[in-house]
Every structure is written in C-alpha cells, then in structure tokens.
C-alpha cells in the first residue's frame, strides 16, 4: 500500500491545461468525496479528485455549507469542483465567482444524478433531455469559465427508449467543454445491473475532439484497464469502487503506468494493494483524523467515519459486535480502544474485500414532470419545477 504520488512521468490525459500523469478521476459522491477523502485518497495515487457536489444556486447564495464545502486544504492541487444547476444564469454565476475569486482549477457539470426528487423536477440524470437548456446552461458555464477546463458528466439517458448522451455530448463539445464523462447506466437503472460499456465505445467513436472518460463498475486497476481497452476511452472515472479503499487510486497508478510504459509490469503487480487488516485499521484512522479536521469537531468527524466501517473492513475477520461498536464511535479515543482489539496480522482476504461496494438500488421507473417526455423543448410551467431541483443531492 505504498504512495505512488511521488513520480512523475509524462501526461497521460489533459484536461484543457491540466496534465494528470495518469488518467484516473476520482468521482464526486454526496457525503464521501470531501477534503478528508480527497486528501487520502491524494496519500495513495494520483491524478484528478473532484469536490462534493456544489449547488450552484447555493453557491450564488453563499450559504455557509456551500462555501465550506468549496474550500481545499494547501495540499489539494489541481482544485477540482462539481456544480450542479438547472438554469443557465445561476450555473454561470457560479461559474464566475469560483473563476473570479481563484476557488478552482477544474469545473464539472452533473447530468448524471439519477436520484427521484432530483429527476423528478427535471434535474440531473432527466435534463439533457431538454437539449435546448442543456447546451444554454453548458454554453453558459464555458465561457463563464474561461482559461478553467470546464467539463461533464453524464449518464446514457432517462431509460432505454429515451437515451440522450450521443445527442448532449455533441453539444457539450460544441461548446468546447474540456471532457466528456459518461456513467454507462440510464437513470432507470440506477446502479443496478451492469454498466454498458459499449455506449462508452459508442461516446468515444462520435466525440473524436475531446477527450471521453467512462465511468460504472471500476471496482480494480484490472477493471479500469480493461475498459480503456475495450472502449479506447481516454481516461476513468471510479466512484462506489474506492468506498473504504482509498488505496485503489495506488493500484490505478502503477496499473496505468505499466500499461504505458513507464513501470515495469511485475512492479506494478508487486504495487498492488493486499493490505492485512493492521494497515486497513491504520488508513480507517486516518480517515477519521482528516474528518475531524475538515469538520473542525471531534464528535461530527467521528460520526462521519461510521458510515465508512463496512466499507472498509468488508471481507475481513471483524465481528458483528465490533462492527456496531466502531458504526457508534463518538472519539477518536475510543476509535484507537476499538482498532486495538483487532488481530493486525489478519491477511487480505482476497476476493471477500473485493467487488462491489455501495448500494447499486434497482431499476425503476424515474420520476419526472408532468409532460417531460412529451417533447424536447421546455415548457414554461416546467420552467417553475425545475427551479424546484435544485436540492443538495449528488449521484450519477
């Protein structure tokens, strides 16, 4: 489980100006992807980490939690953020102040949240299906944006029937976005199932000018490797597959690096984290000092950290009664009293820690407005649900 950080070979992937060295995007999730998973994550590996979604109206607003939760820690560089909107002079705004007030060095898009009360009001996952306002407000933030690589992300569609990502990505790189990013479900399908990688090779085929990056069921190095081969995207995005693995973006480093040439294969391989469980007890720790530095409270970073106990110990010889204890931590004392009583000697359990990880829901009919799939355009009594979706949810 050693920090692959430390070198620096050529650029595998540019973003606009950024040149990541390998071509690995770590996805923005609600609740997960703040400073203090970003940081550790940084610890292991390299190349993009992305905020937790931002509401752009929010952000305009200046609320406190908007405001903290776009502020990096020193060490954090390039500073990547994801803004979620529906109407294209908020999305521009925000895109503005984070330009003006030097906030960012990245800034992404989400089309791709698949949650109800988001779709629901034509948010997310179901906007692109209204591809007059998806390229207003993409058009919008990219001049917004000026010199700051201003991508998106996105999923297949609303359902089967009506799929929208070939049609939204030509408009995305008409506008001149940086890249496209696609999660290869619909929003009907949520997580479940199996990503569609072959849409990613459809992506990737039709946008030839910008660069496409795929995302859905990276849960290791071999998976990601696999899809660059398959699709010929340029680059990954992982999200549920580091959940209680921050050390993952170690594996993708040495695995990207050996495919490119840089690393001999068998180090690679020999780089490959098999960490027994002292080492897991050891990053969970700190995960839960960063939290409690990014919260500014020992009681909140604490209660944070619980929700990260299955995810990090899945596969290995822990309890049930221990489980329950450290999901119920209230310091970081008693999170060292527990992490004690644990045998750190315990081996990787192999393929028990392996897989997927988060919960993957099950196919269902997306919630929309009245009428949404009646036509492409958008209809002024629609106009009044959308200013509804703008919630503090994230996904895609």
């Given at each position: ?18 040149a990541?060295?390998v ?10 992807t ?46 990547s ?22 906030r ?6 989400n ?16 906007l692109?299906?209204?591809?007059g306002?998806?390229r207003?407000?993409?058009e ?21 029937d ?20 696609l ?66 973006f ?7 690096r ?13 780089a ?27 009681e ?9 106990v ?18 119920t ?21 192999g393929?028990g820690?392996?897989?997927?990880r988060g ?16 036509s492409?355009?958008l ?16 996904g895609?």
């Amino acid at each position: 489980m050693s920090a692959t950080a430390t070198i620096s070979p050529a650029p595998q992937l540019t973003i606009g100006p950024l040149a990541l060295d390998v071509p690995v995007v770590l996805a923005p999730m609600a609740g997960i992807t703040n400073t203090a998973f970003r940081r550790l994550c940084r610890e292991f590996g390299a190349g993009l980490y992305v905020s937790e979604m931002i509401t752009s109206r929010a952000l305009v607003e200046r609320t406190p939690e908007s405001m903290r939760l776009i502020t990096h820690h020193e060490s954090e560089t390039p500073r990547s953020i994801q803004l979620y909107g529906v109407d294209p002079k908020t999305v521009s705004e925000a895109v503005t102040m984070l330009v003006a007030e030097d906030r960012a060095d990245h800034i992404d898009l989400n089309f791709g949240c698949p949650v109800p009360k988001v779709t629901r009001k034509g948010g997310g996952a179901a906007l692109p299906w209204k591809l007059g306002l998806f390229r207003d407000i993409v058009e919008g933030a990219v001049r917004a944006a000026g010199p700051i690589p201003l991508t998106v992300k996105m999923r297949k569609g609303i359902d089967s029937d009506h799929l929208t990502y070939l049609e939204a990505a030509k408009a995305a790189e008409g506008a001149g976005v940086a890249s496209i990013a696609l999660h290869a479900r619909t929003a009907a399908e949520f997580y479940s199932g199996h990503a569609d990688w072959s849409a990613i090779a459809r992506l990737k085929e039709t946008i030839t000018g910008t660069p496409v990056l795929g995302n859905g069921d990276i849960w290791s190095s071999a998976d990601a490797i696999r899809m660059v081969d398959e699709t010929g995207c340029d680059g990954v995005v992982v999200g549920r597959g580091c959940l209680g693995r921050p050390w993952l973006f170690g594996d993708l480093a040495a695995a990207f690096r050996a495919r490119s040439g840089e690393l001999d294969p068998e180090i690679a391989a020999a780089a490959q984290a098999h960490p027994t469980l002292g080492q897991v007890a050891a990053t969970f720790r700190r995960h839960a000092e960063l939290l409690v530095e990014f919260f500014e409270s020992e009681e909140r970073g604490c209660r944070d950290i619980r929700k990260h106990v299955a995810w990090y110990f899945k596969g290995y010889p822990v309890g049930g009664d221990l489980r329950a204890s450290l999901a119920t931590v209230e310091s970081l004392q008693q999170l060292d009293d527990l992490l004690a009583t644990l045998d750190g000697n315990q081996p990787y359990p192999g393929e028990g820690a392996e897989g997927p990880r988060g919960r993957a829901g099950t196919p269902k009919n997306p919630a929309l407005p009245d009428g949404w799939l009646a036509s492409r355009e958008l209809h002024g009594y629609q106009k009044v649900e959308l200013a509804e979706a703008e919630l503090n949810n994230s996904g895609g």
